[in-house]
């Protein structure tokens, strides 16, 4: 008997199509796997039995009556739990939220159910996707199911360990400043972070809005290139969306690729054994055909702190409609300034409210020009740096992260630390670009990531290349 768990999204689409099984018997397959796994792993927030037994029928029922509505159609996915599905829970791993459930589906999720896709869960994350670990859920932290005393990164830990856990063939992240990409690396898995716009941020709850994006975590890159063709495309309930010429090919060679090393980058900062397997990819490259440039990339070092201001401020105003009024757990008191001050303070983690204050601060009278003025200054010279090196390069290559996945409350006490996981990932949010992060083999028996930064736009770019590097890999 087929193990369905083994499959990915390709295979289980190649599988529905030929008839060889039905989205019944693999949805029942990933639910018992959960069933059996999470106990130990802590990946859901949430689990629909019920509905996804449900929708995998009417799919067979639609196929069986020759009307699939496509690849996606009977395809079990797992959802992040900042992304609206109608009537569910949506906690975004907050107190705070810990009764809402949402009154309309994320754009994403309509395209998602236009396709016939089945949803499994939703999976934990850190508070409102603020966290490199997914110890900052108010639901306990989710493990690393390579090693269970260790994290699986963040804020989309759960995602990242629901697909390494084979609880799920694929799942839908987020990312604001790497939260696709880290945990994706520490997990072993692939995770794409598409270009800005790309993808609508309608129904996905805002962390920094200019910064933000869905994408696709998966076991493969053709399968994150599949996902993200299923749900990008430009939508009018987010204006920011732009439709990008899109198409993946899986090419078997990188001949006539330039890829930029930046110095930046590749110094100090990464453990050995990262060092180790991003250079032993980057000669993979080479050998399948690349050219490597080595690149200057002003500015580089400045993104971690050009983000650390924008995305709390942006983070202060878009949290600021959780006032125990609105949304979620009322903490209530009188005068009614009480209400918001108690709801915020006991529904609100700890990092949360750092980020808030940090962001409330920058953006205060007398500080703005300082602080958030002076950080969209930079933005602009790290966005032209950027523009600059892709005119004489096609993409951009780094680590993912600077370590390997982490013990659990290793970090947890030191904030800078934390954000020091991000160094690698967050001049891409700060410049909007595309970028991806493959498996590059194991260190220490953990996996390490490897990341392609494409230029704007450049999705298709990016996934294709990084289709080829990961075949060489394998
Ligand atoms: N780890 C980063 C942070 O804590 C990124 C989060 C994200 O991409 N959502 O802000």
Redesign the pocket.
Known sequence: MTDFLKLNLKQLSDGLAAGQFSSTEITKAFLQQIRGRDISVHAFLDVFEGTALDDAHASDERRAAGKSLGALDGIPLAIKDNILIQDQRATAGSKILANYRAAYDATVISSLKKQGSVFLGKTNM?EF????STERSAYGPTKNPYDLARVPG???GGSAAAVAAEMAPAALG???????R?PASFCGIVGFKPSYGAVSRSGLMA?ASS??QIGPMTKTVEDAAMLFDAIRGTDVLDQTTQEIPFSFEAKQSMAGIRIGVPKQAWGEGMTPGVRAQSEAALAVAERMGAKLVDIDLPYAAEALAV??VL?PCEVSANLSRFDGMRYGVRDAGLPLIETYMQSREHGLGEEVRRRIMLGTYALSKGYYDAYYRQARRVQTLIRRAYRDAFKNVDLIATPTAPSIAFRLGEKLSDPLA??L??VY??GV?VAGLPAISIPCGLDDGLPVGFQLIGAMGGDGAVLSNAHVLEQALA
């Open positions: 850190d996707a603020m966290g490199s963040g804020s989309s987020s990312d604001t400043g790497g939260s696709i880290q962390m910064l933000d983000y650390y995305m934390m954000y996981e991000d990932t967050v949010n």
